[in-house]
């Protein structure tokens, strides 16, 4: 039995697009920010540090156990279940490299620029220009990986393309014709978003009952 401990964010939405792509069967916890249920005790045995998304598996033999961020979540399903990664060694290592890109620097980054550029209560000019630059840095690496490859690792569609899509399609509807602009990048988005299991991961948790 999996339970996944969400909110419709990006980061959370990794998680659910990996599972329905996996076919597993998971329950959903919609984890309410807003009312601080990521900081009660219960949930901090999950996830220490507050975060989602989390999972917990309920194993034979009464075992537990825990995985909490989505670069987690990702990693270890796929290997896990030999789906998502590359066979090839040299296409596995670019997987894994844009796999990083999303979980390390495109989703940090989109979601610190948020942070600066419309929760602050103050601007911060040079801040918003940073994060802006950094943001365009990663568009344009994706830019042109999909220039010459139809996924990010190559022939396979895999856990880069999901820890990347979410992202991607956030700053696709924020407004400022970002998909214009990038018309490798618009292709590989649309290819994604037209996958049923990637439509049916981007409505977790609105389609899931509180609780």
């Given at each position: 039995m999996l339970t996944l401990y969400s909110f419709p964010t990006p980061n959370g939405r990794k998680a659910s697009i990996l599972l329905e792509e996996l076919g597993l069967t998971y329950a959903v916890h919609r984890v309410?920010?807003?009312?601080?249920?990521?900081?009660?005790?219960?949930?901090?045995?999950?996830?220490?540090?507050?975060?989602?998304?989390?999972?917990?598996?309920?194993?034979?033999?009464?075992?537990?156990?825990?995985?909490?961020?989505?670069?987690?979540?990702?990693?270890?399903?796929?290997?896990?279940?030999?789906?998502?990664?590359?066979?090839?060694?040299?296409?596995?290592?670019?997987?894994?490299?844009?796999?990083?890109?999303?979980?390390?620097?495109?989703?940090?980054?989109?979601?610190?620029?948020?942070?600066?550029?419309?929760?602050?209560?103050?601007?911060?000019?040079?801040?918003?220009?940073?994060?802006?630059?950094?943001?365009?840095?990663?568009?344009?690496?994706?830019?042109?990986?999909?220039?010459?490859a139809e996924h990010l690792g190559g022939t396979i569609y895999s856990i880069a393309d999901i820890a990347c899509f979410p992202f991607i399609a956030a700053a696709a509807v924020a407004g400022g014709g970002l998909l214009d602009r990038f018309p490798n990048l618009k292709r590989w988005h649309d290819a994604m978003a037209d996958r049923p299991a990637v439509r049916r991961g981007m409505a977790v948790p609105e389609t899931a009952a509180p609780g």
């Amino acid at each position: 039995m999996l339970t996944l401990y969400s909110f419709p964010t990006p980061n959370g939405r990794k998680a659910s697009i990996l599972l329905e792509e996996l076919g597993l069967t998971y329950a959903v916890h919609r984890v309410d920010l807003a009312a601080g249920e990521n900081k009660r005790p219960d949930f901090l045995a999950i996830s220490p540090i507050t975060k989602i998304p989390a999972l917990v598996e309920e194993l034979p033999g009464g075992r537990v156990r825990r995985l909490f961020g989505s670069g987690a979540i990702l990693l270890h399903f796929a290997e896990r279940t030999g789906r998502l990664l590359p066979e090839d060694e040299d296409e596995r290592a670019e997987a894994m490299s844009w796999f990083m890109l999303g979980v390390s620097d495109l989703g940090p980054t989109a979601i610190d620029m948020q942070r600066f550029a419309a929760r602050a209560p103050d601007r911060i000019p040079h801040a918003i220009d940073l994060y802006k630059g950094e943001l365009m840095r990663c568009y344009s690496a994706l830019e042109d990986r999909l220039g010459v490859a139809e996924h990010l690792g190559g022939t396979i569609y895999s856990i880069a393309d999901i820890a990347c899509f979410p992202f991607i399609a956030a700053a696709a509807v924020a407004g400022g014709g970002l998909l214009d602009r990038f018309p490798n990048l618009k292709r590989w988005h649309d290819a994604m978003a037209d996958r049923p299991a990637v439509r049916r991961g981007m409505a977790v948790p609105e389609t899931a009952a509180p609780g």
